[in-house]
């Protein structure tokens, strides 16, 4: 342990970003296991290090006593008063134990010991690191798959993103740059295991975010997202600032700011709405492109019964009821579809059903008035 061993640390710390007492604290941990190891475990010792030179010095930490017998753990009262005679019996002192070739043994069997804290360190701060980030996008370098999990290269560690969290139909190729969204964030035996997602509302959210200034500055809101992913997804925005459309400022000028975003997810279709507090509007909007003649809410059911030009039926249901499933997952509200004129043969049906109804009341009553 000498000045050249310190310079080393030295860089450790500035390479690793490693807090310098992290350091010192492993290898004294270390130095006294090597001591232990190589001299004794029977005694109380502990290790000092001259940060200025390198020079590590053993001190047994002894209990003064009258009588020795454990001269390990023990020192007599006499002896301890020639070192001080202040002492008295129950003290601790410290004695210098330093072997003469202990330098060299303990650098040898200190060595692996200081690694594997350093890696500990390394995994601490990566894990302190991400764990703030969670819910956050990262962007990466696909690095290989293994078992239908692509690992991801993040820079100082390795996110996952597994089969589950993948969008269907991707493909991933090695060096392929991704954003992901941030699911999880673990603490393993071997490390900080960080779960990455493509399929998350999340990423939509951060991707908007990234490209749209009005929703990072907050003058535009996003309300609520519903995603089927690799297919498509609805989002749901409104504006803080009357003078700002939501929609627009999410479009971009000539669609530049969500072909970027639609770009990033493959082709992924977006639908951008407009969010209203009154419930009504906000059902019509969320079943966008298609147009909307009437909404009748149940409030307390949270059910809606929408009206929609017939030629307009197969748009606002979608492709195997995508649009309106979608539209449900936006508003949080079960809707009920139906085109002008099935509406008009359901209320025709209803007063048919009521009339005959009526004609039976009479029948009746007329029968016992005979």
Known sequence: MRAEFLDALEEIVKDKGISKDILYDALEAALKTAYKKNFGSAQNVEIEIDKEN????????????????????????????????KYEIGDIVRVEVTPKNFGRIAAQTAKQV????????????????????ESEIVTGLVQRVSKSNILVNLGRTEGILPNSEQIQGEIYNQGDRIKSYILEVKKTTKGPQIILSRTHPGLVK??????VPEIHDGIVDIFSIAREPGSRTKIAVYSNDQNVDPVGACVGYKGSRVKAIVDELNGEKIDIVTWNKNIEEFISNSLSPAKVLSVEVNEEEKTAKVIVPDYQLSLAIGKEGQNARLAAKLTNWKIDIKSES???????NENITKEESLDDVESENIELID
Not at 62 to 85: C, F, G, S, Y
Not at 342 to 348: D, L
């Open 54 to 85: 390198g020079d590590a010095k053993v001190y047994a930490k002894k209990t003064v006593v009258e009588e020795v017998e454990n001269d390990l753990l023990e020192l007599n009262i006499e002896e301890a008063r020639k070192i001080n005679p």
């Open 114 to 133: 200081v690694l594997q804290r350093i890696r500990e360190a390394e995994r601490e701060i990566v894990y302190e690191e991400f764990v703030n980030r």
């Open 206 to 211: 951060r991707l908007f975010e990234l490209e």
């Open 342 to 348: 099935q509406a008009k043969a359901e209320e025709v």
